[in-house]
């Protein structure tokens, strides 16, 4: 990748729309994916996120608009004239060949000479870090293993861009988080565009430069992970990555709602009426228990309800005293033990207003 | 739909949808499933439509309407042939499923021992043709037969025999169906039952019958249309009791009266046809009852019911035995049963009618022809219709094309082939009186069942191969070739399997088209028994017998050895 002061995007997608009979699975989605970047699709099942890929490999080409990879219109190529590795979560290897000739599938058919195949194979083993295991069939290695082999195999030929499909989703929980970090690794080395599609929140977190959260067949946000997480541009977003409180109120001023009896000051003005019904969100971790002073806004004097042990925190629910106010949060183990929180206890919170994330209660006024 | 077309107009801002470009692997898999789907409506579709239009022609080729329905319905003894023909079918198919019901339980649900024995010897009937069953019948109940004196004056030509014989020849067919309904039932059930302290009776009636119960709806209707359409039984053994299948046979062959021939075959082709509407609509919410989390149920020793088991177990198994020893002992036999010297002299088959040793080694040439070309032509058949990406309108007609020979009795099919191949105008009338039209015509006749095994094999491997493939640019049969093919070998052989065994054993499609210098082992079996040479008759279906037998056996040794280093990927 050459990288030109005017960075122009490796993947342009303008217009996508897919539709299957009277259902609409993608609805007209613009997307640009910049040279070398890591782009996870993340949302439900069915939010459009494996049409999406399908369409950008050509499997099922989307109904209308278009897509162009390194400035080239691949919309309605055929999978073998593209440019792209894949990935999938059931790995696809070949279970009657060994590892080695996996990983030579591709380059057998370029017509190179063995030597050559030989020693890029070694080389894309070594880089997944596999050296050893060329000799034996995918049936002999662990499911992270089989998962490397998939990953060297769609590497061999050098793509433009990789496809990961929910890459990890079969593996245990150890494995995937190491996996996670070796994947990401593995991409900053290369500087290989890759896209991948998945349904787990931390997945898409840790691994990715920008997300692309989908529901419905569109897009609702795309940004890096610290702004989908820390300001999530609609509620679904809110409410899909990570946990979330939503606090039904009403504006009073600008800067301030009442929340079921409690009144609460944002850090930003809200361009809504006096009166306009809104959703206030708050991540149970940004309910701040230390160091409670006067000048603390949004004090609140809080009934402890469940403490929930999680392990590495307490998950309670909490009652603002004199309110109909209710909502979670997750205190640290220490400050659980340094104040002396327990179930009945009345404590004091603060809810830190650039936290306060407000929406215009329109999420059923949407459709 | 109405106001959906109206609305339409006013959205004109909406673009045609794209079409993707084809690729190369695009082009020749397209090409090839619309060869395949010309193949089979040369072979299968072509001959049925022969047979259908014969049967609204006069000998001279007018169009006469229903008048041959007329003129058969008014024939009583024509028309008495559906009722016998129904009866008999429907007796036999009870006696066959209860006793396979039983033989499959004590296989699958209980400890008794030898159930590897029983399982073996439960396949005999599948390696003869459905004539052994009926001339050991014969030998042991008929005029100077050995247990005559067992049916109390009762006759065994007639309906009696064909029940017999049907019931022998059914009864590995009934088995594999119903023995596999009860291997697949979830023993979480049979533990929730005990849990709840359900008595054994109960538990019966509440979970292995209504879990095994599609099996056993399937189990039936596949019977009936075997016995319905079978000809061989009846053959031999029916006397005067006329039904259809000998029908047909009667009327073309003895009476060369071939618009008689086609209407019944037209009635014959309707239980068939509603039996397959029924066997696929079964075996689909069969599968659907065993769950992925299912437990597979593993029986308990149980003295009392395994011993009771054993016993009827050995009974059926018994009956097997001696009928296959029956005919095995005529052959060998100078003059049985009053000669016991044994001798070769009954298989000296070429001084008899049939064609000969020449017969059984154009049988053996015949197997296999249709085990190699078939299985090829299936198998890549399979492959295309389930692995071409879109082209749906084709490839679903072309999977209507290879599953339409289940609902045709081989007979039907065999007179389709008359009269679509020995048409003068046709310019495909070279291949009549060939090796080729009985290669080709027995593919056609158990297209279905292989086709049916491969692409179950097929879905159960990794549906993203072809598409890693091809984002590697790896032509589809190179794929096809290196992947597809060793990952499937196990039901590639299987098909191969099926088909030679078949093709060895088959009378009914085969025994309309053949020619003096193609004649048929099985055919042979036929002709010599109708000659009065009943004894080398036995002998012929023994050999064929013992073909199938060596050819199966050699199989298994070579799954268990070649294959099992062969197929080494398999282990972990």
């Keep these: ?367 | 739909m109405a106001t959906e077309t109206l609305i339409l107009p006013d959205h004109p801002a909406a673009a045609a949808p794209l079409r993707q470009k084809l690729g190369r692997d695009d082009w020749i898999m397209r090409g090839a499933v619309v060869a395949l789907g010309l193949w089979l409506i040369v072979t299968v579709l072509l001959p049925l439509w022969a047979l259908l239009s014969k049967s609204f022609q006069a000998a001279d080729g007018r169009f006469v309407g229903l008048a041959n329905f007329q003129a058969y319905f008014a024939n009583p003894a024509l028309a008495d042939s559906i009722w016998h023909s129904v009866w008999v079918s429907l007796l036999s198919t009870v006696i066959c499923v209860l006793l396979a019901f039983v033989y499959a339980y004590g296989l699958t649900r209980t400890c008794m021992p030898g159930r590897g024995l029983f399982r073996i010897i439960a396949q005999i009937p599948i390696l003869a043709p459905s004539l052994l069953p009926a001339i050991s019948l014969v030998y042991l109940f008929g005029n100077q037969g050995l247990v005559k004196w067992m049916l109390f004056g009762a006759s065994i030509y007639g309906p009696i025999g064909i029940v017999m014989g049907e019931v022998f020849w059914t009864f590995p067919h009934a088995l594999i169906i119903i023995t596999t309904a009860l291997a697949i039932s979830d023993a979480r059930l049979y533990e929730a039952a005990e849990a709840l302290r359900a008595s054994s009776h109960r538990t019966f009636w509440t979970v292995t019958i209504p879990g095994a119960r599609y099996g056993l709806i399937s189990a039936v209707f596949v019977v009936f249309t075997l016995v319905i359409t079978d000809f061989g039984v009846p053959k031999v053994i029916g006397g005067k009791f006329n039904v259809l299948a000998t029908d047909i046979y009667k009327q073309v062959v003895g009476q060369q009266n071939f618009q008689m021939g086609a209407v019944v075959g037209l009635i014959l082709l309707l239980p068939a046809a509603l039996a397959f509407v029924v066997d696929q609509l079964m075996q689909r919410r069969q599968l659907a009852l065993l769950s992925a989390r299912a437990v597979p149920y593993a029986p308990k020793p149980d003295a009392t019911i395994d011993r009771a088991m054993l016993a009827i177990c050995s009974l059926i198994a018994f009956a097997i035995l001696v009928i296959l020893g029956v005919s095995f002992f005529a052959s060998i036999a100078t003059f049985w049963p009053y000669n016991l010297t044994p001798s070769f002299k009954n298989f000296d088959f070429d001084m008899m009618d049939g064609g000969g040793w020449r017969s059984y080694f154009n049988s053996l040439l015949m197997a296999g022809l249709t085990a190699l070309f078939g299985t090829a032509v299936i198998f890549t058949g399979a492959y295309l219709v389930e692995k071409t990406p879109r082209f749906r309108a084709i490839r679903g007609f072309v999977q209507f094309l290879a599953l339409l020979p289940l609902a045709v009795p081989g007979l039907v099919l065999g007179l389709g082939y008359i009269f679509f191949f020995n048409n003068p105008a046709n310019p495909l009338n070279f291949i009549y009186g060939t090796m080729a039209i009985l290669v080709i015509c027995t593919i056609s006749h158990f297209y279905s069942v292989s086709h049916l095994t491969a692409v179950t094999a097929l879905k159960q491997i990794d549906q993203e191969f072809e598409i890693v493939s091809a984002s590697l640019r790896v032509p589809f049969w190179r794929t096809f070739m290196r992947v597809t093919l060793p990952v499937c070998l196990p039901a590639v052989l299987d098909i191969a399997m099926y088909l030679f065994v078949n093709a060895m054993t088959t009378v009914s499609a085969v025994v309309f088209i053949y020619a003096p210098h193609t004649t048929l082992a099985a055919i042979a079996v036929l002709n010599m028994d109708d000659a009065g040479d009943v004894a080398p008759a036995a002998a012929m279906a023994m050999v064929v017998f013992a073909t199938a037998a060596v050819t199966r056996a050699v199989y298994m040794l070579l799954t268990q050895g070649y294959l099992a280093r062969a197929q080494m990927w398999r282990k972990r």
Excluded: W
């Excluded at chain 1, 990961?164 to 994947?183: F, K, N, Q, W």
């Excluded at chain 1, 809110?238 to 409690?262: C, H, P, S, W, Y």
């Design chain 1, 1 to 367: 990748m050459d990288s030109m002061p005017t960075r122009e995007p490796y993947l342009r997608i303008r217009n996508l729309s897919k539709k299957f009979g009277a259902f609409t699975a993608l609805d007209t989605v613009d997307l640009d994916i910049m040279p070398g970047e890591f782009v996870s699709f993340l949302g439900p099942s069915g939010c459009g996120k494996t049409t999406l890929l399908r369409a950008i490999s050509g499997l099922d080409v989307q109904t209308t608009g278009s897509i162009h990879q390194g400035g080239r219109d691949i919309s309605t190529l055929p999978v073998a004239k593209r440019d792209f590795g894949i990935v999938f979560q059931s790995y696809a290897l070949f279970p009657n060949l060994t590892i080695k000739d996996n990983v030579a599938y591709g380059l057998v058919s370029t017509g190179a000479p063995r030597v050559e195949i030989d020693k890029r194979v070694k080389e894309l083993l070594e880089l997944v870090g596999l050296p050893e295991q060329a000799g034996k069939y995918p049936a002999q290695l662990s499911g992270g293993q089989q998962q490397r082999v998939a990953l060297a195999r769609a590497l061999a030929l050098s793509p433009g861009l990789l496809l990961l499909d929910e890459p990890l989703s079969a593996l245990d929980a150890r494995v995937r988080a190491r996996l996670r970090g070796e994947i990401r690794d593995l991409q900053q080395r290369l500087k290989l565009t890759t896209i991948m599609v998945t349904h787990d929140q931390e997945e898409a977190l840790t691994m990715s430069d920008r997300i692309v959260v989908m529901s419905h067949g569109r897009i609702e946000q795309v940004g890096t992970p610290d702004e989908i997480y820390g300001r999530p541009a609609t509620a679904f977003v809110a409410d899909f990555v990570g946990k979330m409180n939503f606090l039904e109120g009403r504006i009073l001023t600008g800067k301030r709602a009442n929340v079921g009896g409690a009144v609460l000051d944002f850090g930003e003005e809200v361009p809504l009426a006096e009166g306009a019904a809104v959703t206030v969100c708050l991540r149970p971790e940004d309910v701040v228990v230390r160091d409670i002073g006067e000048h603390s806004d949004n004090r609140l004097a809080v009934q402890v309800g469940v403490m929930e042990f999680i392990g590495n925190h307490f998950a309670t629910t909490l009652h603002a005293s004199g309110t109909n106010l209710n909502f979670s949060a997750d205190f640290s183990i220490n400050a659980v033990r340094d104040l002396g929180i327990s179930s009945g206890a009345t404590i004091e919170v603060a809810l830190p207003p650039k936290r306060l994330r407000v929406f215009a209660q329109q999420r059923s006024a949407t459709a």
